[in-house]
């Protein structure tokens, strides 16, 4: 079989995190079989689909590096094929007329609620004369479902589960302005798509049923479902915006970088052995769909971040300079110069030690691209009392002096400086920390002189030594 598998997002909002492990899901298990992962925009809510959510859903799914081997399908382009299907079911008798009117409706809901029951249609038009119908009321396309014995579903997930077919009414096909439902068009375009395998949230487990009826009546083989559990807050409790259940691009300004998010996702509810660490390349050799747990995961944001700073720490350092260049950009409100990429560059192995997201790592960046003269903070201010001022004029004296400029070069001055003035080196290293980095907290300073250069480094100095 050559798997065709696909993501099937509705434009009415952003690409939010469940989506985003769906589509992963998919995009994998087509991966793992050397076959083919498509998308769909199911756009055929018009009032509620927008532009804004189309570009958020391709944007998200390009960042994560989701994108499909095919154009998208939009569904809104196939309605006509859609309906004329419906029509074809109402010639062959598999569907039929319904002209309920909305107080008929209105009662029928009422009565299943007074009776503590789910509502569903009564099936009042099934049999019934067309020439019965009352005036005024434009007809909707019910399909004829069967009445008796039970649709099994094998779910690649769940397993065998079945339901009884008295328990599935009459479903809607075509609406009475002549337009079709999601469960027509799904199943229509997963056949015309020739979509071998639907992977989504378990909340479309009972439309599952329909579907697979719908389907058979048409002659068609119904895919193999695999219906994946939800994704709960690290509470157990429904996802909400309070657990993290914001779109990708939320995560993205967060500062968390695409490929530990994605292994985060793989990890929320499908495991290897031990592994936590799982690349790319690995996750298409193991992903296998019946690996995935039948309970739903628990959101961690801990576990993210400590993902995210593996990550960090393994990337490129150029590449982390390209990431938060434009941040700390915005940050300054200005352009950084032509010193400030060498210097992020030449620093990045011990800033990205010290950070979980990118945004951490712009803000403990910072001090290697200001302007003089550094605002300090109130801490480092502190520090530069006037015995330290007086420190730190006398070792700029010696630093002027120094060559080679290095780090150990820097550490071996700092410490022969420091015996000569009978000085703990702390009472050197902090005030010198605070006039070169504006704060109390930095990498080794020794590495951070070397990484400023010297004439860096003497002018930051005279800028306190002055103040």
Known sequence: MNVV?????????????GGARTALFNWLFSRHHGGKYL???EDTDRKRSTQEAIDAILDGLQWLGLEADEEPLFQSTRLDRHAALANQLLAEGKAYHCYCTPQELTEMRET????????RYDGRWRDRDPSEAPAGIPPVVRFQAPQTGDTVLRDAVQGDVTVANDQLDDM????ADGTPTYMLSVVVDDHDMAITHVIRGDDHLTNAFRQIQLF?????????YGHIPLIHGADGAKMSKRHGALGVDAYRDMGY???????????????????????REQAVEWFDIAAVNRGAARFDFDKLSSLNSHYLKASDNQHLVDLIVPGIEKSLAAAIDTTARPRLIQGMNSLKDRAKTINELIDISLFYVRKRPLALDEKAARLLTDDGRRLLALLSGILAALEPWSADAIDAAIHNFADKEGAKLGQIAQPLRAA????TTSPGIFEVAEVLGKEEVLGRLADVISA
């Open 5 to 17: 598998t696909r993501f099937a997002p509705s434009p009415t909002g952003f690409l939010h995190i």
């Open 39 to 41: 998308l769909r925009i």
């Open 112 to 119: 299943a609620k007074a009776e503590g029951r789910s509502m």
């Open 172 to 175: 809607v096909l075509l609406r």
């Open 216 to 224: 058979l009546a048409l002659g068609w083989q119904p895919p193999v």
């Open 257 to 279: 970088l695409p490929e530990a998010l994605l292994n985060y996702l793989l990890r929320l509810g499908w495991s290897h052995g031990d592994d936590e660490i799982i690349s």
């Open 436 to 439: 070169l980095c504006g704060t």
